[in-house]
């Protein structure tokens, strides 16, 4: 049996929930000035979406795209998940949808859930130049972007490229958004160099903003957050 995007819509529609989207909406910060201002939510879940992905991972690429459009944020969600799936078999493709349509990935957990996987696995062995000029950006979600990619060479032992993201998103004031996502960051880093770590928060411990340390050293014991929070190495 062809599953096809109308199949999906008719799926979706039988699983929104209006209580949990509303929810969704205060969550992900939607409401007027938020971060996520003027998305539209459906109310499913996380798990649900994953087991959505699997039964609909072979529907078109033009479908993906189409879903990748939708006003509503599970839709999204759950178009970048079935790249995340088809990457594996045709990353080229799936990365020029994912770059045509970076507009639509626009909230934390959109990047989250697909730049370490899509775009992190392409620009493996390629210039990363392109999450250069995203750090430098205006936008935040191009921002996190360039951070989270580098998730997918941290986990492999690299961490060049994700100390140098760093290093530029710190540089100037940013959305809170990013100082969690650079502390993450770290923090990963540090359950793998603890040194490279402490060294970066030492350099820079003067322009990090203090979500961004805690994030860093939420695995250290307390004693060793409280001196560092204090600027004690």
């Excluded at 045709?90 to 020029?96: G, I, M, S």
């Excluded at 620009?123 to 950006?137: Q, R, T, W």
């Excluded at 880093?189 to 990090?208: E, P």
Aim: contains cysteine; aromatic residues 10%.
């Amino acid at each position: 049996m062809n599953l096809t995007l109308i199949d999906i819509k008719k799926e979706i529609k039988k699983l929104e929930n209006k209580e949990k989207a509303k929810f969704a909406k205060k969550y992900f910060k939607a409401f007027p000035g938020g971060y996520g201002e003027g998305d539209e939510f459906l109310g499913i879940n996380m798990p649900v979406l994953r087991k959505l992905a699997k039964k609909y991972s072979n529907i078109s690429f033009e479908e993906i795209e189409e879903l990748l459009n939708s006003k509503f944020h599970e839709e999204r969600v759950l178009a970048l998940l079935i790249l995340s799936i088809k990457s594996k078999t045709d990353l080229e493709k799936c990365v020029q949808i994912y770059l045509k349509n970076i507009h639509k990935v626009n909230n934390w957990d959109l990047v989250d859930g697909s730049a370490p996987e899509i775009l992190g696995p392409y620009l493996k062995n390629k210039d990363k130049s392109l999450l250069y000029e995203f750090a430098n950006s205006e936008n935040i979600w191009k921002q996190r972007i360039s951070i989270l990619t580098t998730f997918y060479y941290i986990k492999k032992g690299d961490f060049s490229d994700a100390i140098k993201i760093a290093e530029i998103l710190i540089s100037k004031k940013r959305h809170d958004l990013i100082n969690k996502a650079v502390g993450w960051t770290l923090r990963e880093i540090g359950k793998k160099n603890k040194k490279l770590l402490i060294d970066f928060l030492k350099k820079h411990y003067n322009n990090l903003s203090r979500t961004t340390i805690r994030y860093a050293i939420e695995k250290f014991d307390n004693d060793e957050r409280k001196r560092i929070l204090k600027g004690i190495f």
